[in-house]
């Protein structure tokens, strides 16, 4: 049962720069982090004149995407324009697409947050190119209030995916976000870069209330703004939930009361502020670009993408299971860093590594040690080849756990083999009889440790394992401590 009076309804519009070189009509570069106005041509300026020549890597990419989150890709696509005015655009209008979008309906499936184990599934509208605006920059810290303009962004290629409003809760927003970027990245079509804008979205809330006679009444639907992180978007739906749920208490105002509204987001204040009315598709007056002819889409641009997409999230989780017999929870953790860590897990198995122990290893150890570095995974200096003969040394019994990580942290230190690492750290094997005079000898100096272990403190053997460990290092403390056990049992 629901822990709120109402049903949540959240629909997500994700604008997502394309991994081009150049931006979606001219050859200007698309780098982040130029200086003002370097990359900017007569196209990207509107000079009398000149006209736009589409980027075919944009197209590949937009296809790729589409036929991974499952649209419908029709075979011919066209160009229109979408006026309004806004001081970062100097043609006065966006090139987009309106009537025939790239990407037609489709869905993503994803893990529900509240309900592990589960797959949630969201609808999409569309996925269209269009290109972005520039940026404006203001300056208030100065009190001079001096505007300028950027266009340097002007032309870079975007593809904007709507989504119906399935989505029932911020977690569930946040989830999607997630999971539609994790694809984004497998599937090489963008960075997804959040800082520097790669990855942008607008999330549409209102609330459906249901009433004493039945009925249901629902709230103003309110667009909120440019939202630049997971964080931010699961705050400020959580925020303008209930702050639409309050506004409706003091008003009774509902969706056929109020025009849609534009509202930013304050994420120092953690407020939602309004900002204007929203606009409808006729407000934006759209008509064909005469300058652009449509596009066909042909069977073999859609076979050479539809190869190009390689084993996607979804899959590889569920292969990961089956496979190699991983939880759900253990997959996710490993397909969340990304295709080259699937591919390093699966190299790990492949060469002989318990494909369990693997897991553990490469959770606990390999990604702790990468996110201490700020490393990526091809950058970690121990080769899957050579973690792999490590796993496989503590399977036959020749290391123990402990001094395995011993030997790991060696080898991220020193470029060498495993057997050349057990040498320099003096590790040696300990054969039974030597091990059982150890034990015995322990049990004479410490006969307060056997009265304890049979007044029932078996934690007593502790002390023991620890003693053992520094009379020599090489021993194995799960050895020790059944060895110990089995002597006080046969005294």
């Known amino acids: 049962m629901s822990a709120v009076p109402y049903r949540l309804v959240v629909g997500l519009e994700v604008h997502v720069q394309l991994a081009t070189n150049t931006k979606l009509f001219c050859s200007c570069s698309t780098k982040f982090g130029a200086p003002p106005n370097t990359q900017v041509c007569p196209v990207c300026l509107a000079q009398p004149g000149a006209l736009p020549v589409l980027n075919a890597r944009a197209v590949e990419l937009a296809i790729r995407t589409g036929l991974a989150l499952n649209c419908r890709i029709d075979p011919v696509t066209k160009w229109d324009r979408k006026n309004y005015f806004y001081p970062d655009l100097p043609k006065g209008y966006q090139i987009s697409q309106f009537d025939r979008p790239i990407c037609g309906e489709g869905y993503l499936q994803f893990p529900d947050p509240d309900s592990p184990g589960d797959l949630l599934t969201v609808r999409l509208i569309r996925a269209h190119l269009e290109e972005d605006a520039g940026k404006s920059l203001h300056d208030e810290s100065s009190g001079t209030a001096d505007s300028r303009i950027d266009l340097n962004r002007a032309g870079t290629p975007l593809l904007e995916i709507v989504s119906y409003p399935d989505i029932s809760s911020p977690a569930a927003a946040k989830a999607y976000l997630t999971d539609l970027r994790l694809l984004l990245i497998y599937l090489g079509v963008s960075d997804c870069n959040m800082q520097e804008g790669s990855l942008r979205a607008d999330a549409n809330v209102n609330l459906h209330i249901p009433q004493a006679d039945g009925q249901t009444v629902a709230t103003p639907i309110v667009e909120l703004k440019n939202l630049n992180s997971f964080r931010a978007v699961e705050r400020a739906v959580a925020y303008e939930a209930q702050r639409q749920y309050d506004h409706w208490q003091r008003t009774g105002q509902t969706i056929h009361d109020a025009p849609k509204q534009t509202r930013g987001w304050d994420d120092n204040a953690g407020v939602t502020k309004a900002q204007r009315e929203k606009e409808e598709s006729a407000d934006y007056r759209y008509f064909p670009d005469p300058d652009l002819v449509p596009l066909k889409v042909t069977a073999d641009m859609l076979a050479q993408q539809r190869q190009l997409m390689g084993e996607l999230p979804a899959a590889a989780r569920t292969r990961l299971q089956n496979q190699f017999?991983?939880?759900?929870?253990?997959?996710?953790?490993?397909?969340?860093?990304?295709r080259p860590v699937v591919q390093y897990y699966d190299a790990l198995v492949g060469g002989g590594a318990d494909a369990r122990r693997a897991s553990s290893w490469l959770q606990q150890d390999v990604l702790?040690?990468?996110?201490?570095?700020?490393?990526?995974?091809?950058?970690?200096?121990?080769?899957?080849?050579?973690?792999?003969?490590?796993?496989?040394?503590?399977?036959?019994?020749?290391?123990?756990?402990?001094?395995?990580?011993?030997?790991?942290?060696?080898?991220l230190e020193h470029d060498v083999s495993i057997s050349q690492a057990i040498e320099a750290l003096g590790i040696k094997q300990i054969?039974?009889?030597?091990?059982?005079?150890?034990?015995?000898?322990?049990?004479?100096?410490n006969p307060q440790v056997v009265v304890q272990f049979r007044e029932g403190n078996t934690k007593a053997l502790g002390y023991l394992v620890g003693a053992a460990k520094k009379k020599d290092p090489n021993v194995d403390p799960k050895q020790v401590r059944e060895l110990c056990e089995k002597l006080i049992q046969a005294m």
């Open 368 to 411: 702790r040690t990468l996110k201490e570095h700020s490393w990526s995974i091809e950058q970690f200096p121990i080769s899957s080849q050579r973690l792999g003969e490590l796993l496989q040394a503590i399977d036959q019994g020749n290391l123990d756990n402990a001094r395995a990580r011993n030997v790991f942290q060696y080898l």
């Open 431 to 445: 054969d039974s009889s030597q091990l059982t005079d150890l034990c015995q000898l322990l049990l004479q100096e």
């Open 325 to 338: 017999g991983l939880k759900a929870y253990d997959a996710d953790v490993i397909v969340s860093q990304g």
